[in-house]
């Protein structure tokens, strides 16, 4: 299989699992406009690509493989993305779960918290009486660390960024008895709140 079959393959796979619908016409629109940044880096981006996708991930835009070769964003919006992906993660994985919320946030962001209570420091937001920062406060200098990191892993001002990694399932254990292990991840919570409200109430 030569480096044009294969990046058919991978193109074709990557619609699989993205659930999308790949005709003839598509793939040639693929081809056609991503031709020409040769097949060998177009076959690494879309391996990269398939390691962070799932179901629940749209299928790449034709832009969006091309933005891996040709950075577009500026330094401030690659913080200000940075920024929003910080705010989702709080409320997708919280203070007591780092390990996942640094996943999603990614090497750069999360360097960017505060040393190592910078994370819950960030999830405290808002809760003043508890010591945190006012929220304005709180993004303006995770902005500012962004800001610095990315100029200095980015010297050319253009720049970037990798879609989120959805982090995998993790086992939530229930403390009663012998309740059995559920293994869930962010887009089972309501199913696991109403499996457990059940059980303890039984």
């Not at 060998?40 to 799932?54: F, P, T």
């Not at 299928?59 to 929003?84: C, H, M, N, W, Y």
């Not at 992906?85 to 090497?107: C, F, Q, T, W």
């Not at 040393?115 to 405290?124: A, L």
Request: hydrophobic share 40%; charged share 25%; net charge neutral.
């Amino acid at each position: 299989m030569n480096a044009k079959q294969s990046f058919f393959t991978k193109l074709t796979a990557l619609a699989g699992m993205c659930r999308a619908t790949l005709t003839p016409e598509i793939v040639g629109l693929y081809d056609k406009n991503l031709s020409d940044l040769g097949y060998e880096k177009l076959n690494d981006a879309l391996d990269e690509i398939l390691v962070s996708r799932n179901s629940r991930d749209p299928f790449p835009s034709i832009r969006e493989i091309r933005d891996k070769f040709e950075p577009t964003l500026t330094v401030e919006q690659g913080a200000q993305d940075l920024i929003t992906r910080a705010i989702e993660a709080v409320s997708m994985y919280g203070y007591n779960n780092p390990e996942d919320a640094k996943i999603y946030l990614g090497e750069i962001a999360w360097r960017s918290l505060p040393g190592e209570s910078g994370w819950k420091e960030f999830c405290m937001a808002g809760d003043v009486e508890s010591g945190g920062l006012p929220i304005a406060t709180a993004r303006a200098q995770l902005r500012d660390r962004l800001q610095m990191n990315l100029k200095r892993n980015f010297p050319s001002g253009k720049l970037s960024l990798p879609a989120p990694t959805i982090p995998p399932f993790r086992t939530l254990i229930i403390n009663k008895q012998d309740a059995p292990m559920t293994a869930i991840g962010p887009q089972h919570i309501g199913s696991a709140i109403a499996a457990i409200t059940k059980e303890f109430a039984e």
